[in-house]
């Protein structure tokens, strides 16, 4: 099992993470802005047809790829500093749905998967402000996604980002904080510090998900815990 996550993790954080698998550190450089530049979602999109990523990844993450045997599709659209440009791959595909921005995001994530229903939304970054958990509910920091999921009868809970730290913002977003495998849910922080932990917490349970905290400290925006088998 390969772990992708930002570099700028805690690194208590990623000694509790590499448990789980091998820890690759992401970071890119000159590619796009500094706060999201180690952000794995800004680069992958894992769809249930295979991993999308952006042309222009840096050549040693393709590298690690294939040494890996991890499979994946390259997307059209080249990763870049300005918004939107920064938020192609930033789509969240479920096995019913693709929540996406379809002005923005990469055309190529459509095309591998073109038996979803789309669910359009106005934010950029999906996943970034949305995690998707295993029973088909989900939760989320975005006011407007939370209105397009409910709209179409699906569970969402939301929770506010206010507590989750990203360097250079007021905040963070809470699917950025976090990363799924199985039925565990990773949190890169403490659920103690959001303003609902027992909703959070019961609302995990009741989809079959044990939230493991990766450390102690404020919950941390890292751009996704990815996990990636070959």
Known sequence: MLILCDRKMPETAKVKLAAYGEIEEFATGGITYEAISGHPDI???????GL?????LPDKYF????KKHIQYSIGQLPVSFQ?????RYNTLV?????????AISDKSIQNLNPNQEMIKVRQGYIRCNLLALPNGSFITSDFGIEKSLRAKNIETL??????IKLDGFE????GGACGIYGNSLFLCGSLTYFKEPELIREFAEKAGVKI????DGPPVDIGTIMFLKG
């Open 43 to 49: 680069f992958f999109c894992p769809t249930p047809a």
């Open 52 to 56: 999308i990523i952006a042309p222009n």
């Open 63 to 66: 590298k690690l790829l294939k």
């Open 83 to 87: 918004y939107p440009d920064s938020a």
């Open 94 to 102: 479920t096995k019913k749905f693709i929540i996406q921005n379809p």
């Open 158 to 163: 939301f929770v506010g980002p206010a507590c």
């Open 171 to 174: 905040h963070g977003f809470f």
């Open 212 to 215: 493991i905290e990766l450390y």
